[in-house]
């Protein structure tokens, strides 16, 4: 089976067909889902999910270019709501400067990103990181507030391959998904081939972010098997035996999922 590690299902673009389209995943073989939170109404949403269907679990957070949301009442909600026994991380958190270009905003994706990764410490969970356009000072937030402490996924990873290693040595886990199958993505595949397979998660961020062959359209966890095919043929196993690595380091990150 297939654990997906970050899906967004509670995204617009899946209200017409969101049923069907997760009893075919489901059929499909896709075991688990994590659907991520990305601003508050979407952690609402994934509530919702977890509560309708059992293969879903959730993660509940606000992302860098949704910190509008995050007063003392969200963060409350988010406390008290990583309580649930189907919220298993906290996410997506992180720094994003690919759309946010002004230096006072960014310095409040800072505060966000550290005081949510301090909930997470407080409440036990894993975190789900995410970063873009922000190497140097995603790095330098994690180690100020030693965030080895604190378990967790870099997730759609995109920087380079020595970066990789040193979120590995921190002991975090490094999401690949559908960008990995992209020809041009020389760097990503590089870091594939050289992380441990014990530290690599599967993932789609749909619906964004469709594999190959069907780049550009909607995503979904039924692309997962190409993400599949790519990672086995760069680290030269078998589809399965990638399958399960990922399968069962997911379980390890995300302890609460049974
Ligand atoms: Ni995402």
Same mark, same amino acid.
């Given at each position: 089976m297939i654990f997906e590690s970050h899906a967004h299902y509670d995204d617009k673009q899946f209200d017409a067909d969101r049923k069907e389209l997760l009893s075919a995943v489901k059929a499909a073989g896709i075991g688990r889902i994590i659907n991520v939170g990305s601003d508050f109404a979407a952690c609402r949403q994934t509530v919702d999910l977890i509560q309708e269907y059992d293969f879903i679990y959730g993660a509940v957070g606000i992302h860098p270019s949704e910190i509008?949301? #995050? &007063?003392q009442e969200v963060y409350e909600w988010l406390k008290e709501t990583? =309580? &649930? =026994?189907?919220?298993v991380a906290i996410g997506e958190i992180g720094l994003d400067y690919y759309w946010e270009k002004d230096a006072r905003m960014q310095s409040r994706q800072k505060e966000c990103f550290a005081r949510q990764m301090e909930l997470a410490r407080e409440v036990s969970l894993p975190v789900i990181i995410h970063s873009r356009d922000a190497a140097e000072d995603t790095l330098k937030l994690m180690k100020e507030i030693h965030a080895e402490e604190i378990p967790g996924v870099i997730h759609c990873f995109s920087y380079s391959p020595e970066l990789a290693k040193e979120y590995v040595q921190m002991g975090y886990y490094i999401g690949i998904g559908?960008?990995?199958?992209?020809? &041009?993505a020389r760097k990503l595949k590089e870091t594939v081939r050289r992380i441990? #397979?014990? /530290?690599i998660l599967l993932e789609t961020d749909c619906p964004y #972010? =469709?594999?190959?062959? &069907? /780049?550009g359209k909607r995503n979904s966890s039924l692309n997962l098997p190409y993400v599949v095919r790519e990672i086995a043929a760069l680290r030269g196993i078998t589809e399965q035996e990638a399958a399960d690595a990922s399968w069962e380091n997911a379980l390890r990150l995300f302890s609460k999922v049974k």
């Open positions: 509008e949301d #995050l &007063n990583a =309580s &649930n =026994s189907k919220i559908g960008v990995v199958t992209f020809k &041009n441990p #397979l014990e /530290r #972010l =469709s594999p190959e062959p &069907n /780049r």
